[in-house]
């Protein structure tokens, strides 16, 4: 993955805590109070979201999800993760984008490594379905990070239908042999699009997929959602914990 030198991260990490840290907060695995599989909140006496339990029963979609942070509608966390892809974005917020992913990634580097299929070999992003041209805002975002690695194309189908609902047929990919692909999507809310992209990339081929995922979006008026985020969200974002395992790596 990345090969960016440690000076790197001694710049970019303080970089991202000045600018991000007080409003992003970490993802949470609390047991009994969000979903194990997308961190989100999936309302009281249930133990996962609705679409994820779904998903949960299949072998054919991400063999890993990795959650870095929460963008939360009405907050800054939120605005920024929208708000990067406009073409009237300010610097600041494509920069938090790209620190956020480039420190992760730099961090948690082995943590990507599969165990049985190494290190990613292949990246892409998930490509938006509302008929947008071109390539979409996070492939400039991500590219310096992973230029070491081959980006995989993957666009979407002629005809999309349920845009989201879990279809890979609603994207299309050459061929794969195996391949170790790193998915990386800037925000998941039910986790249809992200997924039909994995199940796209698994047909072709793919050997393994994990998915990168920046924040997951959550909304106040959810539910209990506000209750959580009042009660377990209050620190301030921490590099060292791994958007896969929920513990801190310190190094």
Not at 25 to 32: A, D, Q, Y
Not at 34 to 60: L, V, Y
Not at 96 to 110: E, K, P, W
Not at 157 to 173: H, L, W
Request: hydrophobic fraction near 35%; charge should be positive; proline fraction near 8%.
């Amino acid at each position: 993955m990345t090969d960016r030198p440690g000076t790197w991260l001694k710049t970019a990490q303080p970089q991202l805590l000045a600018l991000a840290a007080g409003f992003l907060r970490n993802t949470r695995r609390i047991s009994g109070v969000n979903c194990p599989m997308c961190t989100g909140m999936p309302g009281q006496g249930w133990t996962e979201c609705r679409d994820c339990r779904g998903m949960m029963i299949r072998n054919d979609l991400s063999d890993r999800l990795a959650f870095v942070t929460y963008g939360i509608k009405g907050q800054q966390s939120g605005h920024t993760m929208h708000g990067y892809k406009s073409p009237h974005a300010g610097p600041t917020q494509r920069q938090i984008v790209q620190l956020l992913a480039g420190v992760t990634l730099h961090r948690h580097n082995s943590c990507f490594t599969s165990p049985t299929h190494g290190r990613p070999t292949h990246w892409t992003t998930v490509p938006s379905l509302s008929g947008r041209a071109g390539d979409h805002p996070l492939v400039e975002v991500m590219a310096p990070i992973l230029a070491n690695l081959t980006r995989q194309a993957l666009t979407p189908a002629i005809a999309v239908q349920s845009p989201r609902a879990v279809r890979p047929d609603n994207f299309t990919t050459p061929a794969l042999a195996g391949e170790h692909i790193l998915l990386i999507d800037d925000t998941w809310t039910t986790g249809g699009h992200v997924q039909s992209a994995a199940g796209a990339l698994k047909r072709a081929g793919a050997g393994h997929v994990t998915t990168l995922v920046l924040a997951r979006w959550i909304d106040p008026a959810w539910d209990n959602t506000a209750a959580v985020i009042r009660e377990h969200l209050t620190a301030d974002f921490n590099p060292a914990i791994c958007p896969l395992h929920g513990h801190p790596l310190w190094k």
